[in-house]
């Protein structure tokens, strides 16, 4: 399996629109298996022992027949990065018609942040607020920030306030309710994440199909923990992204629009996945040889991504892939 991966690896670079947590494109290795394309995106800085889930859900892609979907079209959320200015906000909220909930990227600059929430309420008043904080808060600084936050108006949720698995616990005792906390982070990257503990620490469970090791497993994790779920993405190729809206179709509940419009985020894609009416339709899609060809990354490159999935591979996902039984 490893050879074919590495024979028919495609490696692409997608530049971004915006500058997306200091990222300004992304580099995606794309391969197909007997049931499909599967995507390995993790970022650049990961280490091997955190690729190894990624590699799994690529090949889980690629190997496994998808489950059947018990709904076709998934609501999703507007995603804004720690932008600026509101002319840069209208253009970006612009990028999903008809979203009716907004995740906001706040924590490095209360200010900025505060700003950038008063806008966004301005231009879509009816549209839910949550914020992803990635886990730049401490317990007591972000008691008095998610205060100060709400009381400009209602905050659907908060998404990894604080880092750790204590802190959030603490931070959600001393809320008492009053805003809910989502956990990001602190299941993805987790070495363990069907043996972690939530209870009292979080109201809502991310789920990302890369990070978590596939779909199967992310079903598994949102079955253990019997929470709210939001499926969501790590600024995927449509190829990605339409492992997170096959996941977000099969859940049993599903209670939130969903984090899976990131594509929207890039200047150029490789499949399309239109955004209509605040939704994206589950569709299969098989990434466009032309677009392939044109954002192929210079051979050394190409080099480099076969040496991190050899390395990913003895890290750990050739023994999860055997444990799963999937061969070609
Ligand atoms: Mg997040």
Same mark, same amino acid.
Request: hydrophobic share 45%.
């Given at each position: 399996?490893?050879?074919?991966?590495?024979?028919?690896?495609?490696? /692409?670079? @997608?530049?971004?629109?915006?500058?997306?947590?200091?990222?300004?494109?992304?580099?995606?290795? @794309?391969?197909?298996?007997?049931?499909?394309? &599967? +995507?390995?995106?993790?970022?650049?800085?990961?280490?091997?022992?955190?690729?190894?889930?990624?590699?799994?859900?690529?090949?889980?892609?690629?190997?496994?027949? $998808?489950?059947? *979907? /018990?709904?076709?079209?998934?609501?999703?959320?507007?995603?804004?990065?720690?932008?600026?200015?509101?002319?840069? /906000?209208?253009?970006?909220?612009?990028?999903? *018609?008809?979203?009716?909930?907004?995740?906001?990227?706040?924590?490095?600059?209360?200010? +900025?942040?505060?700003?950038?929430?008063?806008?966004?309420?301005?231009?879509?008043?009816?549209?839910?607020?949550?914020?992803?904080?990635?886990?730049?808060?401490?317990?007591? +600084?972000?008691?008095?920030?998610?205060?100060?936050?709400?009381?400009? &108006? $209602?905050?659907?949720?908060?998404?990894?306030?604080?880092?750790?698995?204590?802190?959030?616990?603490?931070?959600?005792?001393?809320?008492?309710?009053?805003?809910?906390?989502?956990?990001?982070?602190?299941?993805?990257?987790?070495?363990?994440?069907? !043996?972690?503990? =939530?209870?009292? #620490?979080?109201?809502?469970?991310?789920?990302?199909?890369?990070?978590?090791?596939?779909?199967?497993?992310?079903?598994?994790? #949102?079955?253990?923990?019997? =929470?709210?779920?939001?499926?969501?993405? !790590?600024?995927?190729? #449509?190829?990605? /992204?339409?492992? %997170?809206?096959?996941?977000?179709?099969?859940?049993?509940?599903?209670?939130?629009?969903?984090?899976?419009?990131? &594509?929207? =985020?890039?200047?150029?894609?490789? %499949?399309?996945? $239109?955004?209509?009416?605040?939704?994206?339709?589950?569709?299969?899609?098989?990434?466009?040889? @032309?677009?392939?060809?044109?954002?192929?990354?210079?051979?050394?490159?190409?080099?480099?991504?076969?040496?991190?999935?050899?390395?990913?591979?003895?890290? %750990?996902?050739?023994?999860?892939?055997?444990?799963?039984?999937?061969?070609?």
């Amino acid at each position: 399996m490893l050879d074919s991966i590495l024979e028919s690896l495609r490696v /692409i670079e @997608l530049p971004t629109k915006t500058d997306f947590r200091s990222v300004t494109s992304r580099e995606i290795a @794309l391969f197909e298996g007997p049931a499909g394309w &599967g +995507e390995f995106s993790p970022f650049l800085e990961y280490a091997p022992s955190e690729c190894v889930p990624w590699l799994v859900s690529a090949i889980e892609a690629a190997t496994v027949a $998808p489950p059947q *979907p /018990i709904r076709s079209q998934i609501a999703i959320n507007a995603t804004l990065p720690a932008i600026d200015g509101e002319r840069a /906000i209208s253009e970006v909220l612009s990028w999903y *018609p008809g979203a009716t909930a907004v995740k906001i990227k706040v924590g490095n600059n209360l200010e +900025e942040d505060m700003a950038r929430i008063a806008y966004t309420r301005k231009v879509l008043p009816d549209a839910a607020i949550r914020l992803d904080v990635n886990g730049h808060w401490k317990v007591n +600084e972000a008691l008095e920030v998610i205060k100060k936050i709400s009381a400009l &108006g $209602p905050i659907q949720y908060v998404e990894q306030p604080c880092a750790t698995l204590a802190e959030l616990r603490e931070l959600h005792t001393k809320l008492n309710g009053e805003v809910l906390i989502a956990g990001d982070e602190v299941i993805r990257k987790s070495a363990t994440p069907l !043996a972690l503990d =939530l209870g009292g #620490a979080i109201d809502i469970l991310m789920l990302k199909v890369a990070p978590l090791g596939g779909i199967k497993r992310s079903l598994e994790i #949102a079955d253990l923990h019997k =929470l709210p779920t939001v499926v969501s993405s !790590a600024l995927e190729s #449509a190829v990605g /992204i339409s492992r %997170g809206l096959r996941l977000a179709s099969v859940l049993p509940q599903l209670n939130f629009p969903c984090g899976l419009a990131t &594509g929207a =985020l890039l200047q150029n894609d490789i %499949g399309s996945l $239109p955004i209509s009416g605040g939704s994206i339709e589950l569709t299969a899609v098989r990434p466009n040889p @032309l677009a392939i060809a044109t954002y192929a990354v210079p051979a050394e490159r190409l080099a480099w991504w076969r040496e991190r999935i050899r390395n990913t591979w003895v890290a %750990g996902a050739q023994e999860w892939i055997a444990v799963e039984g999937w061969s070609w």
